[in-house]
């Protein structure tokens, strides 16, 4: 029995079934999880090894290549990056897209007993390497607190305050804090107290770390019991410190506040900070629990955050810098208008051309059809973002594409047999397994976008859920619902029965035309065959694009100054930046960073560099289009008063991978000769009229000035000094020497000891630092010491003071001199190398400008041992596609199979195939007339349009079939059969056509919606005209006499 008539004679369950569709629909999409965009699963982790005083080059070789010879045996390993810098090296390891999200984990696993394998191997002085794979989260609500008149540690407080009320909150998983500025112990040491008093350094570090350090004094056994023993009286404050007790060298007891200025102060650089409008902020973001509804956890922490700030003083105030839970609702709330326009659009557009009942039963079954997604798109484990949003939209014409052939198929048969059961079964029955069949390879033909493994498939992949899900539940419906709504519902006017549906003045006039063509077969075919090939030329000249820019009120810019640049600096410049900014009428907040990215804040954007002489701006503007106004303003303006800045203000695009859109890599040995190599491109660059030669640059930083010390071991062994005393000597002169950590209560406080002027200024001349002995020189004593000191000539004071007196820097060394080193080396998979970065001018697409840059950078000589590729979107886009490409024989297969399987026949599938490739010759001309470029979004919906145009063709040549099987002549059956498809299939192209206008202006999906319309413009035609055409060449028909252009 088929289903139609299964729904027939179940009429009651089929009427509770549609309740639950409806009851099931609702409660689902208020359960769904609400995203901005789809989780994406970050394989990537971090390794961060410190090495205190190591030049580039020394943490590369002695740290940085050891670690990666270690951790290359990883299985499974995409890619190793790595960036040894001065004193610290980071790697950055890239898992395959082929590892199973439940054993990411265990992979870390395996990375950190690797990275704790190589510890022994490292030098002396390196610090435990740390293994960082918490970049999964995206902490979408992100706070700056700012507080006037409050100090850092009052803020940092109450910061904590609310990360422990905010962790309460249900759904929420972890909260980070950045921008908090820690205070210190600062212990002032002068080089004439230290002398006159008779103690040196290393008496004031023994004499705080005795009194701090962590002890262990064991237990006491009583009896039966076993007691813990505690020794009191660490160090837990200031006056603990000014109290603290040091021993000169003759044994006597002195207060470290006799003889130092112990004082609570902050760094005097402050690093990874952050500005709200100009006033100091700290950060508080916030991320989610994988599957939440991130709209109601907004409420609930919002809700959270008010409760908390009744408990804090005035003056505190938050301002949300970004807040997914807004932009989800706004998201949300556009796709959903989008989405009734396009259900509306759909429905009235089938009222008029098909009857006002019709288009209702039909618009019935598209609400129902969406209703129904949403319970199975939950328990698949879907969300609610702009992919699957999206999706609905997408599949809206392909949605009413069965019920058009079901309800059309059903008018005609009420014309023809008046009103009875078989009236409104046998349409669904005839076309169900050609519609199933249809739908099938529809769904097939997005299986590589679900399957495929890398980011780009990983965030499309709901789309394939949402299709797959709604265009089966739509096959159900058009062969129940429509039936059934139908007989209830649908009647035809007493002047329309038993009159021929297809004698008409438009079914007249278009049979005359397709019988034309079909007299013109030949012609017809070349003439198709040459718009192609011009079509494919034509292609060349679109622009092409990964991702297109998402429409945020909202843009960051990447501000960079030279290499030694201090933090100072980059604030300062930050900050007058911001202060024009905000006179901008158009600018609404600017927030400011320096060091680093405040935090992983969106999915679509990259995370900046961790540099002292790097920060970032965040800007809001009213709108997306005030924004792109604006955005040259800003532009000109930083460009004109900080010439030696390099910035970039950038838009939110999944392309994070690369910090440029057009990248080429060099590898090799040689820094020198990579980086020759490198400046012959960015020559290139600056000539390409299509390059912004603002962005030009590469990932070295130039070289660097640095410093050198020329220690002097045959002067220092003399004063017994050691190049430790020499390191430590210059640390405490400058950015402090730290001794330990204090915990004042809950807030630790670091104790750092400067040496400095008996005026307290910092000493100047690098020559005249003093330099202490850790271990006083008792050798430096004479036989004529002792005799003075014996008949009272010098006193013991007066010993003791030469025998600590600290000699200047410039008597153990050679001098400092000035001097350049590499500020920077790059790895790619344990090889040297650098890349040659730009970015197109506004307007342009990155493949356009590469395939300029191309025939230049070409001819430029590689060594050998050397080599060169392309990286940057091509490699992202290369990537994807690849992925995407790697399936399609499998889909291919599939789609074959099915066809084979429907029509038992050969001949037929070749039509069909043969068919799909001429849609570009709607493609192209609607790309290039609109401007848009082709995106992976656009190959997305070439997809789906490759799905229409089978649909359509599948049910045709069905047609055609039955009619021959009806007695027809095969010539007249083609004509018959195309003239009975014509209504459906100008039908579902128009709805879908229309559908499709409300997504024409959407940044995301503008480039497919281009594709799908003006690929069905041109495929609609291929269907009605040159599939009827195939379908004759190949059987070998030919006119026959007589026959009639209509003929029922």
């Not at 002195?254 to 409008?277: C, G, H, V, W």
């Not at 249809?438 to 299709?467: C, E, M, N, Q």
């Not at 000769?673 to 960015?682: D, F, G, I, M, T």
Request: proline residues 4%.
């Amino acid at each position: 029995m088929h289903i139609s008539e299964i729904a027939f004679k179940n009429k009651p369950i089929f009427w509770f079934l549609l309740v639950c569709i409806v009851a099931g629909g609702v409660l689902s999409y208020q359960a769904i999880s609400k995203l901005e965009d789809p989780e994406i699963v970050v394989m990537f982790a971090k390794v961060y090894t410190i090495y205190p005083g190591a030049s580039a080059h020394e943490v590369e070789m002695q740290v940085t290549s050891v670690l990666e010879e270690e951790i290359s045996t990883l299985a499974d390993i995409e890619n190793i990056r790595s960036k040894s810098s001065a004193n610290i090296s980071e790697i950055d390891i890239e898992l395959k897209m082929t590892v199973p999200q439940h054993e990411i984990q265990q992979r870390w696993e395996f990375l950190r007993r690797k990275v704790e394998a190589a510890q022994t191997k490292l030098p002396e002085g390196a610090q435990k390497s740390m293994v960082i794979d918490d970049f999964t989260d995206v902490y979408g609500m992100f706070y700056a607190m700012t507080a006037d008149g409050y100090s850092y540690q009052e803020m940092d407080d109450y910061a904590g305050y609310i990360k422990r009320g905010m962790l309460e909150v249900e759904g929420v998983r972890k909260v980070q804090i950045y921008g908090t500025q820690s205070p210190q112990l600062e212990i002032r040491l002068s080089n004439e107290k230290m002398g006159e008093m008779g103690v040196s350094p290393l008496q004031v570090i023994n004499a705080i770390q005795g009194q701090n350090t962590m002890v262990y004094p064991g237990s006491v056994h009583t009896g039966d019991q076993l007691l813990k023993v505690n020794v009191s009286d660490k160090l837990t404050g200031i006056e603990d410190l000014k109290n603290l007790m040091v021993q000169d060298i003759s044994g006597k007891l002195i207060k470290l506040s006799d003889l130092a200025q112990i004082s609570k102060t902050y760094p005097e650089t402050f690093r990874n900070t952050l500005f709200m409008d100009n006033k100091k902020a700290i950060g508080i973001s916030i991320s989610m629990e994988s599957g939440e509804n991130i709209v109601e956890l907004g409420k609930r922490v919002d809700k959270q955050l008010a409760e908390l700030q009744k408990n804090m003083p005035v003056g505190f105030e938050f301002s949300k810098v970004w807040f997914q839970p807004d932009k989800v609702n706004d998201a949300i709330r556009g796709f959903m208008i989008n989405l009734v326009e396009s259900v509306i659009i759909v429905v009235l557009s089938l009222m008029i051309t098909m009857g006002l009942r019709s288009g209702l039963i039909i618009g019935t079954g598209l609400l129902l059809t969406i209703l129904g997604t949403f319970p199975f798109l939950l328990v698949a484990g879907g969300s609610m973002q702009r992919i699957s949003l999206g999706a609905f939209i997408v599949a809206m014409g392909m949605l009413v594409d069965n019920a058009i052939v079901v309800i059309d198929g059903i008018l005609v048969d009420l014309q023809r047999n008046g009103k009875n059961k078989n009236t409104f079964v046998n349409p669904a029955k005839r076309t169900a397994w050609p519609l199933l069949g249809a739908t099938l390879i529809a769904v097939s033909a997005f299986l590589p976008v679900f399957i495929s493994k890398d980011t780009a498939g990983t965030y499309a992949r709901d789309l394939f859920l949402v299709l797959c899900i709604s265009l089966l539940i739509s096959w159900i419906l058009a062969l129940t619902q429509v039936p059934l709504f139908s007989a209830k519902f649908l009647t035809i006017p007493d002047k329309k029965k038993n009159k021929d549906p297809f004698d008409g003045v438009f079914y007249r006039t278009f049979s005359r035309a397709l019988s034309f063509f079909m007299s013109h077969k030949v012609t017809a075919v070349i003439a198709t065959t040459l718009l192609l090939a011009v079509s494919a030329y034509g292609f060349t000249f679109v622009k092409q694009t990964f991702f297109p820019d998402m429409n945020y009120n909202q843009v960051y810019i990447e501000y960079k100054l030279p290499y030694g640049t201090s933090p100072d600096k980059v604030s300062s410049d930050l900050a007058e930046i911001t202060d024009y900014f905000l006179t901008l009428e158009e600018v609404k907040m600017v927030v400011s960073s320096g060091g680093m990215t405040p935090t992983r804040y969106c999915l679509v954007r990259s995370m900046g560099e961790v540099a002292d002489n790097y920060g970032e701006l965040i800007v809001n503007f009213e709108d997306y289009k005030t924004m792109v106004k604006m955005k040259p303003v800003l532009e000109e303006y930083i460009r004109q008063y900080y010439p030696d800045a390099y910035f970039r203000i950038r838009k939110y695009n999944l392309s994070v991978k690369s910090t440029h859109l057009v990248e080429a890599e060099f590898s090799g040995p040689d820094p020198a000769v990579l980086k020759h190599l490198s400046q012959q491109v960015e020559e290139i660059m600056r000539q390409n009229p299509y390059a912004d030669t603002y962005t030009i640059s590469n990932d070295w930083e130039p070289m660097g000035k640095a410093l050198f010390a020329r220690y002097d071991q045959n002067v220092a062994r003399r004063t017994a000094t050691t190049r430790s005393d020499v390191s430590n000597a210059i640390l405490a002169a400058t950015d402090g020497l730290p001794l330990g950590t204090v915990y004042e209560g809950e807030t630790p406080l670091g104790i750092v000891m400067k040496v400095r002027n008996s005026d307290g200024s910092q000493i100047e001349n690098l020559n005249n630092i003093p330099v202490w002995n850790m271990i006083p020189n008792f050798q430096q004593i004479k036989n004529e010491d002792v005799t003075n000191l014996m008949y009272g000539i010098k006193t013991t004071e007066e010993l003791t003071g030469e025998l600590l007196k600290p000699v200047p820097l410039g008597a153990v060394t050679q001098g400092v001199d000035l001097g350049w080193e590499e500020s920077v080396v790059q790895r790619v998979n344990s090889k040297r190398s650098i890349q040659a970065q730009c970015d197109p001018i506004e307007g342009y697409s990155p493949a356009l400008l590469r395939k300029t840059l191309i025939p230049e950078i070409n001819k430029i000589e590689i060594p050998e041992g050397y080599s060169m590729k392309w990286v940057g979107e091509y490699e992202l886009q290369s990537t994807a596609l690849r992925n995407i490409f790697r399936y399609l024989p499998v889909v291919v297969m599939l789609i074959i199979f099915t066809l084979i399987l429907l029509f038992n026949d050969v001949k037929r599938p070749v039509i069909v195939i043969v068919c799909i490739p001429l849609a570009i010759i709607g493609i192209v001309p609607g790309l290039l007339i609109s401007d848009r470029p082709f995106t992976f979004m656009a190959i997305i919906g070439s997809i789906g349009l490759m799905g229409m145009l089978i649909k359509n063709s599948i049910v045709l040549l069905d047609e055609i079939q039955k009619q021959i099987h009806e007695g027809h002549g095969s010539y007249q059956a083609i004509i018959n059969a195309t003239i009975s498809r014509t209504r459906p299939v100008l039908m579902a192209s128009f709805t879908t056509i229309l559908g499709m206008l409300p997504l024409f202006t959407d940044p995301m999906y503008s480039s497919m919606a281009v594709v799908i319309i003006s690929g069905l413009l041109v495929g609609t035609l291929i269907t009605l005209i040159f599939v009827p055409i195939l379908y004759a060449v190949l059987h070998n028909i030919h006119k026959e006499e007589n026959v009639k252009i209509l003929t029922y």
